[in-house]
């Protein structure tokens, strides 16, 4: 059986135990707020790497397999 891939994302759901955390302790010296922080930052790092390691994959485009020579 294949694994099911959670409805929502890890970012997401970090985003929402941070902003749950921060309305009701209002203070960001807490450890546990602080390492959510730092996961959350470490998964936007992260994702952010894979989309500029894809946009590298891919390449640029040159004019002569866009066809649009002069």
Known sequence: MAKTKPVESDESRLKQKIASQWNEKKQSDNGSFRALRKRL??????RR??????????????????????
Do not use: L, W
Not at 41 to 46: E, G, L, S, Y
Not at 50 to 68: I, L, W, Y
């Open 49 to 70: 790497a894979v989309v500029v390691r894809k946009a590298h994959a891919a390449g640029k485009v040159s004019d002569s397999k866009t066809g649009t020579s002069a």
């Open 41 to 46: 930052k470490r998964i936007q790092r992260k």
